[in-house]
């Protein structure tokens, strides 16, 4: 979905930087990137491929479900970044990519340390988060979460419920709000980045939109809003055990989720999300 989203496996802004840090190397030593939480390692895959003279690792705490043979130039790692990355050495990444991990990392600002140090210099770090609000059709936060409140919204209560039942298990579940204030610290005190930046990327929950609606249609916009409509049709089975951690009854969450997909498959309620994006370049030299 945020590929087509943004038009590529990253930000526009930081495609300069990413090309300049991943150009092949005059001194004979391979490029290299890694993925901390890779996932479904659809991500390690798809940069490998665009990039197949780097070497492209993906870090999680399972091995991805691979249903296919992968690019040559790809790993895949199990091991968890809450226990730092100290076991890749200094400067060995032109590019380190973080995607919606910050839920399961209990201190993320020592990671973001961390991720410089193994940047080599002109590297680029990237991270991605979603934010953990739903927002209405004029992309303010929803506050109502009774049904009888006016605004109220399904899948805005399964969003509350999990974020709740996260917040349990890591009080640091929200640290992605400070990432481009530790970044900016980080550019001023321990002189890191050369350049920096962050870009909020807002995607309709279905094609509801009146510019996804007209005659003249950015299709990759239409894309991103199917996908992400067609995502969260199932995401409560997904949220569930954490909605259950925060303290409600099956029977509750159950008819939530029942209440949220039949309100994502119709569109009745006109939702926004955004995803937010950081990109920084270390200081050469």
Not at 237 to 256: K, Y
Request: hydrophobic share 40%; with cysteine.
């Amino acid at each position: 979905m945020l590929k087509a989203a943004v038009g590529g496996l990253y930000i526009r802004q930081a495609a300069p930087a990413v090309r300049r840090a991943l150009a092949p190397r005059k001194d004979g030593d391979l490029n290299a990137v890694l993925d901390i939480g890779c996932g479904s390692g659809v991500w390690v895959i798809d940069m490998a491929r665009l990039y197949p003279h780097a070497e492209v690792v993906g870090m999680d705490l399972a091995p991805p479900n691979l249903v296919s043979p992968v690019p040559e130039n790809t790993r895949f790692e199990c091991d968890d970044a809450n226990y730092g990355l100290s076991q890749y050495g200094a400067e060995s990444f032109d590019v380190v990519h973080a995607r919606y991990i910050t839920l399961g990392i209990t201190d993320y600002r020592s990671l973001l340390q961390e991720a410089c140090s193994i940047l080599r210099p002109g590297g680029v770090l990237l991270t991605v988060d979603c934010d953990m609000l739903a927002y209405d059709e004029n992309q303010q936060p929803i506050t109502a979460i009774k049904e009888d409140e006016p605004g109220f919204s399904y899948m805005n209560r399964l969003v509350v419920a999990a974020i709740e039942g996260v917040m349990k298990c890591n009080p640091n579940a929200a640290a992605y709000h400070h990432t481009s204030r530790w970044i900016e610290e980080m550019g001023e005190t321990e002189s890191c980045w050369d350049d920096f930046g962050e870009r909020a990327v807002w995607v309709p929950l279905g094609p509801w939109t009146e510019e996804l609606q007209g005659d003249r249609v950015n299709e990759r916009e239409f894309l991103a809003a199917q996908l992400l409509q067609l995502a969260f049709l199932k995401i409560g089975v997904t949220l569930r055990p954490v909605m259950l951690i925060s303290g409600n009854s099956e029977e509750v969450v159950d008819q939530w989720i029942r209440e949220q997909e039949a309100e994502v498959k119709a569109m009745n309620a006109k939702l926004y999300f955004k995803w937010i994006f950081n990109w920084a370049v270390k200081k050469r030299g």
